[in-house]
């Protein structure tokens, strides 16, 4: 069985995170820079953790979990190295229907995270539905090589075009697009040719220059 894809948007929602080590930082540290609502449930806190609590930028439940701290959550996770605590959580946010990832445990995940490889707006995820992680981790690194941040300039100048079309109620097949985002126009973008690429990019999109 395989895992199902996809974005989340977690602006605003209530993401609770049980353990305060170095894997606790860095899922609060991935939740926060979405925007999510993040509450820390731990009796000990890493240094960057503790500064985030005094800046207010997390909620921080001093002790160890107990039944019934995952009440109003949206998504959790678990990083806490302990298989039986793991599973107490794991039973609760199963009950309360909330999608959780346990660290290191997958047998207790209901969702998984891909390594993630972002160039402005544009986000490449890659996952091995949790079998190889060092493949994955080698697939985003080489990735991460290829593209150079070009593809956030492209992502961009795209975004900016269809939303002209859009304000217009014109619609654009898959292989025009292909053809307006062609190696030459990247090439563009990559060679820092800005005024060039949109130019481009608007005559292959039919959208007065």
């Known amino acids: 069985m395989g895992f199902y894809p996809l974005l989340l948007e977690l602006a605003g929602r209530p993401c ?13 540290e991935g939740l926060l820079a979405v925007g999510a609502v993040v509450t820390v449930v731990s009796p000990e806190l890493t240094p960057g953790l503790s500064a985030l609590a005094q800046a ?6 001093p002790r160890a979990y107990r039944e019934g701290d995952l009440e109003g959550a949206a998504l959790v996770f678990t990083a806490l190295g302990d298989p039986r605590a793991t599973a107490a959580v794991a039973d609760e946010a199963r009950r309360r229907a909330i999608w959780l990832n346990a660290a290191d445990d997958p047998a207790h995940c209901t969702f998984i995270l891909p390594a993630v490889v972002r160039r402005g707006a544009l986000t490449i995820s890659v996952a091995s539905g949790g079998a190889t992680p060092a493949l994955t981790r080698a697939l985003r ?13 492209l992502a961009e100048l795209a975004a900016e075009a269809r939303r002209e079309l859009r ?7 898959g292989e025009t697009w292909r053809r307006a985002l062609a190696a030459d126009v ?3 973008v990559a060679e820092r040719r800005l005024d060039d690429a949109r130019r481009e ?9």
């Open 141 to 153: 690194e080489h990735l991460e090589g290829a593209l150079g941040p070009e593809w956030a300039t």
């Open 56 to 61: 207010g930028r997390i909620t921080v439940v």
């Open 186 to 188: 990247r090439a563009l």
């Open 201 to 209: 990019l608007r005559t292959r999109l039919a959208i007065p220059v």
């Open 16 to 28: 609770f995170v049980v353990g305060g080590g170095p894997v606790g930082e860095r899922k609060v």
């Open 167 to 173: 304000a217009t109620g014109r619609a654009v097949d």
